[in-house]
Nanobody, 127 residues
Framework: QVQLVESGGGVVQAGDSLTLSCALS????????MGWFRRAPGKEREFVAA????????FEADSVKGRFTISRDVARNTVSLQMSSLKPEDTAVYYC????????????????????WGQGTQVTVSS
């Protein structure tokens, strides 16, 4: 069974950096795509960044491009989200997701059948 466990959230000040990690287990993820999403209070969940596991090719939302970087560690089965120049509007619960045979386009959709989600980790950016 696919399991995703996020970690690394916390409270930081505007301009700070923070790295989130997602530990994956239960599969060989060679054919999977992974993504990070976030849900701010009172808002819909939104796509943040995605990566193809086998190629490492990435895709970031315009709202975070240049500030956030997604990466994966094949040996450790983890996907990370390095966040810099954080803003108060980045405050949200951040979720890791994965889907088999996913593409960068499909994993960026709000949700799809067969997608697996983590429980989320809170990031709070104070001004």
């Amino acid at each position: 069974q696919v399991q995703l466990v996020e970690s690394g959230g916390g409270v930081v000040q505007a301009g700070d950096s923070l790295t989130l990690s997602c530990a994956l287990s239960g599969r060989n993820f060679y054919t999977y795509a992974m993504g990070w999403f976030r849900r701010a209070p009172g808002k819909e969940r939104e796509f943040v960044a995605a990566i193809r596991w086998h190629s490492g090719i990435t895709f970031e939302a315009d709202s975070v491009k240049g500030r956030f970087t997604i990466s994966r560690d094949v040996a450790r089965n983890t996907v990370s989200l390095q966040m810099s120049s954080l803003k108060p509007e980045d405050t949200a619960v951040y979720y890791c997701a994965t889907e088999e045979y996913g593409t960068l386009t499909s994993i960026s959709a709000p949700n799809r059948d067969g997608r697996h989600w983590g429980q989320g980790t809170q990031v709070t950016v104070s001004s």
